[in-house]
């Protein structure tokens, strides 16, 4: 039977691999704070006319929105700390993602003739 013996640097490696957690945690924590005031300021941000229109309270909503997945993307998935090619692939889907919308939102302006409204 083969026996192993403890040796002072695991005693040691414990308190540091603890104050590693640690630390994540209290990372984790603070988005998780920021994420709360975030839906906070979004809930708020929904009772204020801002100008009457409704799109400008849409683009806002969605401006708050894109700082909550920012913070759920790169901290949560890790992405804040990914290599070039992640963030080159993310670009790419960014680009296609908006050339998208665009032609979706241009195509509206011009419907085809034998197409009947109400």
């Not at 603070?30 to 409704?54: C, D, E, K, M, W």
Request: aromatic share 16%; glycine share 8%; proline share 3%.
């Amino acid at each position: 039977m083969e026996t192993h013996q403890t040796t002072g640097t695991a005693a040691v490696a414990a308190p540091v691999h603890d104050e590693h957690f640690q630390e994540h945690i209290r990372r984790y924590l603070y988005v998780f704070y920021a994420l709360i005031f975030g839906t906070v300021i979004t809930v708020l941000a929904s009772y204020i006319p801002f100008g009457g229109h409704r799109s400008l309270n849409i683009a806002v909503a969605l401006v708050i929105a894109s700082g909550k997945a920012f913070l759920v993307c790169g901290y949560f998935m890790h992405l804040i700390s990914e290599r070039k090619m992640i963030y080159g692939i993310l670009a790419f889907t960014a680009f296609f993602f908006v050339g998208l919308m665009f032609l979706t939102l241009w195509s509206f302006g011009d419907p085809p003739s034998f197409l009947t409204t109400h």
